[in-house]
């Protein structure tokens, strides 16, 4: 599993990357965070080159030989702004995860419901209506989109609730498949969510889910 935390194109926030791989490694999974680029300006090629670079690497034969890797069973999660990066690499990338995970994710660049600070670093602060739309991932959904495991809160201060639905709106239409937990409070950048007991129930419906598509092994 590749981690992806989130921090708004300015930060990668730590509660959001190894607590969250080594929590994959308790479900028996090889997990990773990427450090994915923080520049002052930011080139969205290069950054979704990095996810795609990770993906690489992780299905290289050599790699997965000596890691003892599936190549065929990549995932990747992505956190807020983290999210944006994953879920537009999943959507337009020419390389792929095999599924996707994505908390209280930012996912459309459009003025209703993005997160501007997200959109601002990511596109700059004159972004044309083109480059919004190229960047907003819920536009971008097609048939190759791997299937989707989504988690928010109805609340969410920083980035609406809005953008998960509307991605789940955009795989419902292209048919892929998908999970859509809604909890009906809690805060922006939760994590494993420790100190919130009802949206820390992710965890078991996400471990749930990936025993569903034979990511994580059902020992019952």
């Given at each position: 599993?590749?981690?992806?935390?989130?921090?708004?194109?300015?930060?990668?926030?730590?509660?959001?990357?190894?607590?969250?791989?080594?929590?994959?490694?308790?479900?028996?999974?090889?997990?990773?965070?990427?450090?994915?680029?923080?520049?002052?300006?930011?080139?969205?090629?290069?950054?979704?080159?990095?996810?795609?670079?990770?993906?690489?690497?992780?299905?290289?034969?050599?790699?997965?030989?000596?890691?003892?890797?599936?190549?065929?069973?990549?995932?990747?999660?992505?956190?807020?702004?983290?999210?944006?990066?994953?879920?537009?690499?999943?959507?337009?990338?020419?390389?792929?995860?095999?599924?996707?995970?994505?908390?209280?994710?930012?996912?459309?660049?459009?003025?209703?419901?993005?997160?501007?600070?997200?959109?601002?670093?990511?596109?700059?602060?004159?972004?044309?209506?083109?480059?919004?739309?190229?960047?907003?991932?819920?536009?971008?959904?097609?048939?190759?989109?791997?299937p989707t495991f989504l988690w928010t809160s109805a609340d969410d201060g920083a980035v609406p609730v809005e953008n998960s639905m509307h991605f789940?709106?955009?795989?419902?239409?292209?048919?892929?498949?998908?999970?859509?937990?809604?909890?009906?409070?809690?805060?922006?950048?939760?994590?494993?969510?420790?100190?919130?007991?009802?949206?820390?129930?992710?965890?078991?419906?996400?471990?749930?889910?990936?025993?569903?598509?034979?990511?994580?092994?059902?020992?019952?």
């Amino acid at each position: 599993m590749l981690v992806l935390p989130g921090g708004g194109y300015q930060n990668r926030a730590y509660h959001e990357g190894e607590p969250i791989a080594k929590w994959f490694n308790e479900l028996g999974m090889h997990a990773g965070v990427l450090h994915y680029r923080l520049e002052e300006t930011i080139d969205p090629a290069s950054l979704i080159q990095d996810v795609e670079d990770a993906l690489s690497w992780a299905r290289d034969p050599e790699v997965s030989f000596r890691l003892a890797i599936n190549p065929n069973q990549i995932g990747m999660i992505g956190f807020s702004a983290g999210g944006h990066l994953a879920a537009i690499t999943a959507v337009t990338g020419k390389i792929k995860p095999d599924l996707l995970i994505l908390s209280y994710p930012v996912i459309t660049f459009e003025e209703d419901y993005t997160h501007q600070g997200s959109r601002s670093r990511f596109l700059g602060e004159d972004a044309d209506a083109e480059q919004v739309a190229r960047y907003s991932a819920d536009q971008r959904v097609d048939r190759h989109t791997p299937p989707t495991f989504l988690w928010t809160s109805a609340d969410d201060g920083a980035v609406p609730v809005e953008n998960s639905m509307h991605f789940a709106a955009a795989l419902s239409k292209a048919k892929i498949p998908f999970e859509l937990h809604v909890f009906e409070s809690g805060r922006h950048g939760l994590g494993l969510s420790e100190d919130n007991a009802s949206c820390r129930q992710w965890l078991d419906c996400c471990a749930n889910w990936l025993r569903g598509h034979r990511f994580v092994r059902n020992d019952e």
